[in-house]
């Protein structure tokens, strides 16, 4: 990935990227669609020996040989019985029948985590720089369980199973499907399995935004990454005949065009050609013109296709109104730039109310310095269904238009005509946002190789930021950026590793904590033995509250109708920072609500020192008016250290 | 048969798998103690002969195995120790 590192504070020589970090071994696997290994990210120079403790191996297959992997490289399997048994056998003229990547994004999120450094990549010239992976000195194991329809569950948990049991330090998954309880959740079941051997498991929140309670991966055990725009950006500039201007995005390469014909709906073809969907197009009618297109019914890649086949000369992708100002950059092939929202409106507008409508587009090529972060639109929000006493997502990393890594015979753009060959594409998703993630607690497993994967999620959550780089909220584009991103968009934030690498204190979370919280959410034996494995029995004596589980974050449900109502709960947390030291409570109250935290003030006379602390949310009168959510925060403060946790209540 | 069968994954409470009668006193690992009272079990069926159509066996981060099965072979297979739950496989998406 290029600028992605250096908008996240890392820089060549320094900070979590000095020699002593980068030293240590940290393994990280990665279960997606496979790898392209003779990439130039996944070169092995200045790598040391694989570790002895590695049980991993690299499988032959179609193109896939055990001398394709290195010592960056140092493990790749391929799952595909569950696959085969559904779809049929693997069309090998459609994918390699082995760990070798086809579809790219294996390839994408395996270097966005932990590529090696590459000079001067770039996408047909756009994104140029230095690219690398978040830790670019890791190890990787590619578990190929994703091929052409998609991932099935009995692949993914032999990936998951066979992964842990190789030693990998850390799981990416950039996948997911609809939530549901978490005994019924394989993902959930494997990864609580994986964490209980020690493994930081980092999953994608899915790109179901920005609709609320859309977020996958929920368990608590789970970092559950979210997705933002960095200051990066690829504009372009549509004016009107009006002489009326719109910034868009796109990666197409070529020159601008002329003032062309602009053709939308029935202008363009017959029913349904506002989506430019197949065969909706009339050639007489958009060859040589510009072809406005509506968001919906078919996909980007789609819609280009049917302009190209009808012969326009370009074409406007205009945002469906949910998606707001979100500007996603696609690598066309004709010249074509997405649009927002408000820009879409307008130019509906025009083309109904001029007989001779015209445009053109300007390709603007890498633009930085936007204000950001800004979360995306599509990336899945909370609360979550199954599990609304823990906010998720947890937190927020970059996602779009992300430059990463690509297989030289995969086309960029998923169309059918496309002959350009590259080694670097620039996609957008939770997909890219969750591997930076991996990479990042591969980071901070270096430095800190006892803390648990429970300790590692709550370093990375605890320092995440809330404010962009002009100092106000992180806004949500789908409100064409007028609002502030929630916790249910971004979790405890956006992730800070510089800070996340020293942390001041950590909530800690055993195992046994997690079965504990399944025990409060009053899950029967077989379910907790799901979980378990079988070892486990519920306390009987014990009051537990989903409330107190030793989360980084606080998710309160409050009861709507009962006035002075109130709960609370108790949290401990761990110091990691120096040894005497002391924290101050400041609480920023949600609506509502008042917060209690007794004691206030914490001192700690040791490293390692546990101390706990009682949070008392207490509800208000509320007016009818009142939003069935209320945010606010609690942070613990010392001399060097701000230990912040979020709050969402929810009425 | 065959065309009835769909991929399930068998999730094991493995601390409750132990041996059969004739293969007690064999120091076998847990997933093989399973999958002999796997087979046992539905050798026993009249009604369904169809071999096992075995796909994994997960042994690390969780405890069981994935295989093709009627929905009679699953009911059967209820009757394992320490069967726990039968989920059908489903597809999921990259994100």
Known sequence: ITHTPQFLGLHLGEGLWNAPTLASDVIIGIVDTGIWPEHVSFKDSSISQVPSRWKGTCEEGTKFSVAN???????????????????????????????????????????????????????????????????????????????????????????????????????????????KPYYSDNIAIATFGAVQNGVFVSCSAGNSGPFSSSVSNAAPWIMTVAASYIDRSFPTTVKLGNGKTFEGSSLYSG???????????????????QFCINDSLVPKLVKGKIVACEQGINSRAEKEEQVKNAGGAGMLLLNAEIYGEELLADSHTLPATSLGASAGKAIKNYVRLNKNPTASIMFRGTVYGNIAPVMAAFSSRGPSLVGRDVIKPDITAPGVNILAAWPPKTIPSLLKN???????????????????????????KSIHKDWSPAAIKSALMTTAYVLNSKRAPIA?????????????????????????????????????????????????????ALLSRGNF?????????????????????????????????????????????????????????????????????????????????????????STNFSFGCLIWMSEFYTVRSPIAVTW | ASMDKQTYIIHMDKTKITASDHTLGNAKPWYEL????????????????????????YKTSISGFAAQLSTKQVQSLKRLNGFLSAIPDEMLSLH
Request: aromatic share 8%.
């Open chain 1, 537 to 625: 029995t519920c306390p009987n004596n014990v009051f537990l509250q989903p409330g107190d589980l030793n989360y980084p974050s606080f998710a309160v449900l409050l009861d709507q109708n009962a006035s002075n109502t109130s709960v609370t709960y108790k949290r401990t947390v761990t110091n990691v920072g120096t040894p005497m030291s002391t924290y101050v409570v400041q609480v920023d109250e949600p609506n509502g609500v008042s917060v209690t935290v007794e004691p206030k003030c914490l001192k700690f006379e040791n490293l390692g020192e546990k101390l706990s602390y009682n949070v008392r949310f207490n509800a208000l009168r509320r007016t009818k008016s």
């Open chain 1, 69 to 179: 992997c290195n010592k960056k490289l140092i493990g790749a399997r391929a799952f595909y019985k569950g696959y085969e048994t559904i779809v049929g056998r693997i069309n090998e003229t459609m994918d390699y029948r082995s760990p070798r990547d086809f579809n790219g994004h294996g390839t994408h999120t395996a270097s966005t985590a932990a590529g090696n450094l590459v000079h001067n990549a770039n996408f047909l010239g756009m994104a140029k720089g230095l690219a690398s992976g978040m830790s670019y000195t890791s190890r990787i194991a590619a578990y190929k369980a994703c091929w052409r329809r998609g991932c099935t569950n009995s692949d993914l948990l032999a990936a998951i199973d066979r992964a842990v049991a190789d030693g990998v330090d850390v799981l990416s998954l950039s996948l997911g499907g609809f939530s």
């Open chain 1, 255 to 273: 020159k601008r065009t002329k003032q062309l014909p602009l053709v939308y709906a029935s202008t363009a073809g017959g029913q349904l050609a």
């Open chain 2, 34 to 57: 399973m999958m002999d009272s796997m087979h046992e079990i539905l050798s026993q069926e009249e009604e369904d002969m169809s071999p096992l159509e075995l796909l994994y066996i």
């Open chain 1, 476 to 528: 949500d584009i789908a409100s064409n950026s007028s609002k502030a991103a929630t916790p249910f968009a971004f979790g405890s934030g956006h992730v800070n590793p510089k800070c996340a690498s020293d942390p001041g204190l950590i909530y800690d979370i055993t195992s046994e904590d997690y079965l504990n919280y399944l025990c409060s959410l009053n899950y029967n034996s077989t379910q907790i």
């Open chain 1, 418 to 444: 496309d002959k350009r060959s590259i080694l670097f594409n620039i996609i957008s998703g939770t997909s890219m946002s969750c591997p930076h993630v991996s990479g990042l607690a591969a980071l901070l």
